[in-house]
């Protein structure tokens, strides 16, 4: 199997464009540029860790792209607060970042066990 092929990797790239295209007009940089590195390291570690050669290389991949998960979703829902980004759009960003997460533990728990 691809990491193409996983709902997980979909899923996460598909934050990850969207991350990119509705904050591109946003006027913090900074915060911008960690909001769009988070998302991108999601799909990014989970390509890396498929690529490995065995079970432990990828759950340790698929642990690095969960805790983007979580980065990504701290930084969604500070700029909420901070008022950055758009509430309504921003609360489905996070709730999509949370159940990415979700997914991933589930991966690691699979990859664990196949060792």
Request: a positive charge; aromatic letters at 8%; zero cysteines.
């Amino acid at each position: 199997m691809s990491y193409e092929d996983l709902d997980v990797w979909k899923r996460s790239s598909r934050l990850s464009v969207t991350l990119y295209q509705e904050t591109k007009d946003l006027r913090d940089f900074g915060f911008r540029d960690q909001l769009t590195r988070s998302g991108l390291s999601i799909p990014s570690n989970i390509a890396e860790g498929y690529e490995r050669d065995s079970d432990a290389e990828i759950a340790q991949f698929l642990k690095i792209a969960k805790g983007s998960a979580g980065e990504l979703r701290t930084q969604i829902l500070i700029g909420i607060e901070a008022g950055f980004l758009p509430r309504p759009a921003a609360k489905q960003w996070a709730d999509e970042a949370k159940q990415i997460g979700k997914m991933l533990a589930a991966l690691i728990r699979h990859h664990k066990r196949s060792r």
